[in-house]
């Protein structure tokens, strides 16, 4: 009768926020999604068993991890979403051990604290699977990380950052438009030189967004002297810090300064510390990375010298475009703008750089041909009127594309002749969008 209950109520919540996403098109948001917070009513906890509240807390996580209404899980977890575990993954003094071995080589401060206990045992208890496929995305983009950080002067271990910010996915986007994988908003990304355009979002391209994070944080630290404040200011603003210090009566420890944070914040700085034990102690904890799809080292860039899109690119050389748009998640529209004082690079496997050489003016021989086809020309801006061909990608559905570009689900369906929400990955839309997507 119990796992009954916990089956109707998983669903339950589940349907709810399905039926919210269809009803409002924000379905971009990376939404924090915990057991106690998705289910609507309150829970009776005296009326579960322990075990019965870990397979709520677990298949909840399960189902938010791979959910299509979302980009992704939101990585950090707060205190009070914990449901009442018993159960741990490692003692606590053994805990204490690893945690002082690591404070020992890093300028963090990781001492052992309950709260950062609860995070680790949480994330090893209900996480531990989706770690092989996040370490595999690290061994992509840590190796970029660690250049600009060491170029900066920055803790090699700040690395850690971009997966609690975005779980090493580039294109995420927050409810409140912080975007990529550094999470800037509009206005911090232009501060940074990260320009936003019709067809390029810097703030999600890899390498630009990580020098932009490496002068933000230089800048923080600057202000606060300790890399602990430093991560706290980059989550909630250096105001916010600053009052923290101040209600806490002058004290610049994080620990001491925590109850006196924005809850987010509070929360962020373990998830944080969290993150780097389980990186560190992956090996003893049995968590082994899965094969990346690439190494950094096995890509590499070129320039262009025309506007291009995806399309074009995998036409001629025989590269997926989903390959493309994983390497390149700049380009918001699957176009590569030709604008000269930018000078935007296409990102290719290795073993594709001198194909893409051999068959660049067949490439731009064939833009000139599919700029010729269309109604207007390409403009340096989308007019609102002008077609797209949208190629569906893992991940899509109606509704998520209907957002990207501004329009209605009904329009998607009544340009395409669609009789049912379905898509097959690889269909090809008419869209004719009302914004430039995000």
Known sequence: MKQL???????????????????????KADTVFIAKDSI????????????????????????????????????VINDKDIVGNTSTVLTTD????????????TPFNLAFNPSLENVINSYLLYRKK????????????????EQYLDQYDIPLEMKY????????????KSRVGATGLWQFMYGTGIEFDLKVSSYVDERQDPVKATIAACKYLSQLFTVFGDWD???????????????????????????????????????????????????EYADEHNIYSDLPQFFNFQTDTIQIKRTISF?????????????????????????????????????????????????????????????AQREKPLPKYFEMDQRIRYKVKSGDY?????????????????????????????????????????
């Open 311 to 371: 399309d074009q690119i995998s036409e001629k050389i025989d590269v997926d475009e989903e390959v493309l748009s994983e390497l390149n998640p700049s380009y918001k529209l699957d176009i590569i703008p030709f604008i000269k004082d930018r000078k935007y690079a296409l990102r290719l496997p290795s073993d594709k750089i001198i194909n893409f050489l051999d068959k660049e003016k067949e490439i731009y021989a064939l833009a000139d041909t599919d700029d």
């Open 94 to 105: 053994l805990l204490k051990l690893r945690l002082a071995a690591l404070n020992n080589k």
């Open 130 to 145: 989706y770690y092989p496929a996040l370490f595999a995305k690290a061994k992509y983009y840590f190796p970029m990380f």
């Open 40 to 75: 609507k009513e309150p829970i009776d906890q005296s009326f579960f068993s322990d075990s019965d509240l870990d397979l709520i807390d677990s298949l909840l996580v399960n189902e938010k991890f791979n959910s299509l209404l979302v980009d992704s899980l939101a990585y």
């Open 5 to 27: 209950i916990i089956f109707l109520l998983i669903t339950s919540s589940i349907f709810s926020q399905e039926k919210k996403d269809t009803l409002s098109l924000n379905t």
């Open 229 to 279: 404040l430093a991560l706290a200011a980059y989550n909630s603003g250096p105001g916010n810090v600053r009052k923290a210090i101040k209600r806490s009566g002058g004290y610049k420890n994080y620990w001491n300064i925590r109850p006196y944070l924005p809850r987010e914040t509070a929360s962020y700085v373990p998830a944080f510390y969290a993150t780097m034990y389980i990186f």
């Open 398 to 438: 109606l509704g998520k594309i209907a957002n990207k570009f501004g329009v209605r689900v009904s329009d998607l369906k009544r340009w395409n002749g669609l009789k049912t929400s379905r898509l097959k990955i690889g269909q090809r839309l008419s869209v004719y969008p009302k914004k430039l997507g995000s």
């Open 161 to 172: 950052l971009a997966i609690v910010e975005s779980a090493l996915r580039p294109k995420i």
